[in-house]
């Protein structure tokens, strides 16, 4: 039986930014409906390696492919429309715009995309994805008098509201509350349900918890994959990141 085309491959994907190689050589297959943690200590290259994936930089060298299509060359705005959304480790969220507003934003644009905004649509699509992430209560509040987490989780909707393929999520539980943070992991099941979901993540019990395979970066290069299990036992993964500094 053929495998089964993974949602996002690359191949040797590279990025220098001057004489350094923050992405070295990078083949890396994502399968559909996956949970997928990317780690690694500060400098690692995670950032760098998902900016790619979502076209907010371009690669010196290398190959990407969304369910076996070649977007190498796509830009951002059309990988969005192609079904990529991406959540920022800053919130970039529109602070004098309330809650609802900035959803809409995001409904919006994938109605357009599908060449039709009515009102009932834009207005189901704004709450649905502000119940998903508990924010229905919040949807009137400026977005900028809002906590630290729930901007957190306003971004998470604004991201969910274009029913993305793939959501990559960068560092999404910094600032939340333990409280918070559990929500963040019933969410993130529960959005696995419909899309892919990345990850990049420093704290090692959401990572454990949450994803089905990890992935660790060191240096630009892959050092290991495998289960949280196997990558918990992995000597060079301890040496590297989980018994040092996460940074």
């Known amino acids: 039986m053929a495998a089964m085309t993974p949602l996002i491959e690359t ?24 949970i997928r943690a990317v780690i690694g200590p500060n400098g690692a290259g995670k950032t760098t390696f998902v900016s790619l994936i979502c076209g907010r930089i371009q690669p010196s060298e290398g190959t990407i492919l969304l ?105 999404p539980t910094q600032g939340l509350s333990d409280g918070e943070i559990e929500t963040f992991i019933a969410l993130v099941r529960e959005v696995a349900r419909d899309a892919t979901v990345m990850l990049i993540e420093h704290n090692m019990q959401v990572v454990m918890e949450l994803a089905q395979k990890i992935t660790v970066l060191s240096f630009g290069k892959i050092l290991a994959e495998g289960s949280p299990e196997e990558i918990r036992a992995n000597v060079a993964v301890q040496d590297a990141y989980l018994g040092g500094s996460h940074g």
């Open 11 to 34: 191949r040797g994907l590279t990025k220098h930014f001057g004489g350094l190689k923050a992405v070295d050589g990078v083949d890396f297959r994502l399968d559909k409906g996956e």
């Open 67 to 171: 369910d076996g299509a070649d977007i190498t060359s796509m830009p951002a705005h059309k990988r969005v429309l192609a079904g990529i959304a991406y959540t920022f480790q800053i919130t970039s969220i529109f602070p004098k715009l309330t809650v609802y507003d900035n959803v809409a934003l995001s409904v919006q644009r994938r109605l357009l995309a599908k060449g039709r905004v009515t009102h009932g649509a834009l207005a189901s699509g704004v709450e649905e994805a502000l119940e998903r992430v508990g924010l229905a209560g919040r949807a009137e509040t400026l977005a900028g008098n809002l906590s630290y987490g729930h901007q957190r989780l306003l971004e998470v909707a604004m991201g969910l509201a274009l029913q993305p393929r793939l959501l990559i999520l960068d560092e």
